[in-house]
């Protein structure tokens, strides 16, 4: 049985995407989820799901940020991207952060169906009016590299990491995530060693370059 979650915080476009699934893959379970925490925590016991249709704008994701999160901790689930961005440079971000492909909000259900599929049989999808327009930018070696050392994380140095962009200082965090502060000052220690960074403010400005312009439109 083929198992998708798909991972937006409006309840109508979930309705959408799940009867577009549905429809495109028979014999298929769908799950649900309406922020970035309960994706992590679908994913984390639920094994087995083969692909997330997810937003890009929604509570505990903005930007990139959910994309990163989800690629690094659970790499072997495909990832399409939802969203009403339109800005091809964004695309190009969203491919180079490990998705395999990009629906717009604007897409049809054949369209959101095709687009299924196709990631389901190993393959990308991207619109077919903006595909050849995409694939001529260049891929940023910054975001590539970004992408590989986020992906040293594991889920909670990434919620720690999340939460030190929002300035919060070590016992906020461990009262924050229920933890001893030990325990977060280990995980900083290991955060920085595996990104590359000497302090919180190079973690934070590492972490600030996954949002988008324009977040209102995402």
Not at 155 to 183: F, H, M, P
Request: with cysteine; proline share 6%.
């Amino acid at each position: 049985m083929t198992r998708l979650l798909i991972a937006d915080d409006h309840p109508l476009f979930r309705a959408a995407l799940r009867q577009a699934a549905s429809e495109s893959v028979p014999d298929c379970k769908v799950l649900e989820a309406f922020d970035l925490d309960s994706a992590l925590s679908v994913l984390g016991t639920e094994p087995d799901i083969d692909l997330v249709l997810l937003d890009l704008h929604m509570p505990g994701s903005q930007g990139l940020s959910g994309l990163a999160a989800l690629r690094g901790q659970y790499p072997g689930v495909a990832v399409l991207v939802v969203s009403g961005h339109d800005d091809p440079r964004i695309v190009r971000r969203v491919l180079n952060h490990g998705a395999a492909g990009f629906i717009p909000k604007s897409a049809s259900p054949a369209e959101i169906g095709e687009a299924i599929r196709t990631v389901l049989d190993c393959g990308s999808w991207l619109p077919p009016a903006w595909a050849q327009t995409i694939e001529s930018l260049p891929s940023d070696p910054a975001d590539t590299d970004l992408a590989a050392r986020l992906a040293r994380l594991t889920e909670q140095q990434y919620r720690v990491l999340v939460l030190l962009g929002e300035g919060l200082l070590n016992k906020q965090i461990a009262d924050r995530l229920s933890i001893q502060e030990r325990t977060v000052k280990a995980h900083v220690t290991a955060i920085f060693e595996k990104l590359g960074v000497r302090n919180r403010t190079q973690a934070g400005v590492l972490l600030q370059s996954l949002t988008l312009n324009d977040p209102a439109r995402i």
